[in-house]
């Protein structure tokens, strides 16, 4: 069997081996019914106010928003007898709307910036996301949680390749291969990334991004006659 002589060897390309382990040791499920879907306000909320009635006073019901912010937003329930109900149209983290935190990080994924989420917004007829404020305080805590996710994996993967490498008598170190990759073709690129693969196991290991350009050494380079420069050097050099 050509497939079971392709698991079994030891030279199976990287990817495969990455998309095998992934499948061994990860077994999620997945609740279909959780997750977010895109409605026409008007359309459906219109609908169900000609169908519903309160279930304490049995009297009409209408369905207004509140506390817009971005993609959130509070669903107003109101009837003539009792008392205004909201609900949130997302969970929250920290009084914030999830879906605000949620769009930006798979935009960013994608490649995609705020003036992109903007123009997406438009395109679809959604509200406007958030603004740059907002957008940058997404994006630090993406960067704090995506660092220590990261750290936690190269640490585990790390750990994983020393332990093969040593019930193979491989007792001087792990042996890893190189990877690099740039954000665009040919060299023109500013930015590009180096990984360590693990032999064994086909985990990243480590990981570097290094870029051609930095708004901080473009900010300091028309002040090298200033006092500061000599000290902002010494604390940059290890970041860029």
Same mark, same amino acid.
Not at 102 to 106: Q, Y
Not at 112 to 119: E, F, V
């Given at each position: 069997n050509r497939h079971a002589m392709e698991g079994e060897s030891e030279s199976i390309c990287t990817a495969a081996k990455k998309l095998k382990l992934s499948k061994e040791d990860h077994g999620i499920e997945v609740n279909e019914s959780f997750g977010y879907h895109l409605i026409n306000f008007v359309a459906v909320f219109s609908?169900?106010?000609? &169908?519903?009635?309160?279930k304490q006073c049995g009297k009409n019901v209408t369905f207004t928003q509140a506390s817009k912010r971005g993609l959130g937003l509070k669903l107003v329930i109101s009837c003539e007898g009792c008392e205004?109900?909201?609900i949130n149209s997302?969970?929250?983290i920290n009084n914030a709307y999830e879906v605000n935190r949620?769009? &930006?990080?798979?935009m960013r994924l994608l490649g995609?910036?705020? !003036?992109?989420? &903007?123009?997406f917004c438009a395109f679809m007829d959604l509200p406007r996301s958030i603004y740059q404020s907002c957008y940058d305080s997404i994006v630090n805590n993406i960067l704090i949680a995506t660092?220590? &996710?990261r750290t936690k994996c190269i640490t585990k993967a790390g750990e994983d390749e020393k332990i093969i490498s040593i019930e193979k008598?491989?007792? !001087?170190?792990?042996t890893v291969s190189g990877d690099g990759s740039w954000r665009?073709?040919?060299?023109?690129s500013l930015y590009g990334l180096v990984t360590l693969i693990g032999w064994s196991t086909g985990k990243v290991v480590d990981i570097l991004v290094k870029s051609k350009y930095c708004k901080a050494c473009e900010f300091w380079t028309k002040k090298k006659d200033a006092a500061e420069y000599e000290e902002w050097a010494t604390s940059h050099l290890e970041q860029c």
């Open positions: 609908a169900l106010s000609e &169908i519903l009635v309160c205004k109900v909201y997302c969970p929250l949620r769009i &930006i990080f798979a995609i910036g705020l !003036n992109g989420i &903007i123009k660092e220590a &996710i008598e491989q007792m !001087n170190g792990i665009k073709r040919e060299f023109s």
